[in-house]
């Protein structure tokens, strides 16, 4: 009986492990905003982050991540970053992984080929597209990741800043 508690016991902390996403701390310095520019929220390390309202109102960039990874992500990777029978879940990368880490997979690309996997992620560090809202992307699936955001197009969202626009507008050119 004991070994059998114990074994279902280490079932339920796998799956729970798994989940560990959606059971982010918003205190948690990976998230947690410390300071906002420009309109775009950091973390003490620098890394950027989502802000939501209590009336579940979300940054701009957050919101033009939700856009940008539905035009050019979620293809292979699902619809709100849930993953595919085609490439992982990405809502799990932008909350677990390393923000330069993420960063360096999406601009050079990725090959994992061996017995137990075969995927390939290809480069998009020359397409404008990913590369000039690659902020805003990770910070939306970082926001969907922790639980912070629900599935589907964010309801309400801060107004695009002058600032963006000139961002934007100077690197797609």
């Known amino acids: 009986m004991t070994r059998k508690l ?3 016991t280490a079932a339920g902390l796998f799956a729970a492990s798994a989940l560990s996403a959606a ?3 918003m205190e948690d310095p990976n998230i947690a905003v410390d300071y906002e520019e420009g309109g775009r929220y950091y973390t003490e390390d620098g890394i950027p982050t989502f802000n939501v309202a209590d009336d579940g109102t979300v940054d701009w960039p957050t919101f033009s991540g939700f856009r940008r990874y539905h035009a050019e992500c979620h293809v292979c990777h699902g619809p709100d970053g849930e993953g595919s029978t085609y490439a992982p879940a ?3 990368s932008a909350v677990e992984m390393d923000y330069y880490d993420f960063v360096d997979v999406v601009v050079n690309g990725r090959k994992k080929v061996g017995a137990a996997e075969n ?4 480069a998009f560090g ?3 597209n990913v590369m ?6 990770y910070t939306y699936l970082k926001a969907h990741g922790s639980g912070a955001i629900e599935r589907g197009r964010p309801a309400k969202k801060e107004p695009k800043s002058e600032t963006f626009t000139e961002m934007e507008d100077a690197c797609m050119g």
């Open 6 to 8: 114990t074994l279902l």
């Open 23 to 25: 059971n982010v701390s």
């Open 90 to 92: 990405l809502k799990n």
């Open 119 to 122: 995927s390939v992620m290809p």
């Open 126 to 128: 020359t397409n404008p």
């Open 132 to 137: 000039c809202y690659l902020d805003d992307i």
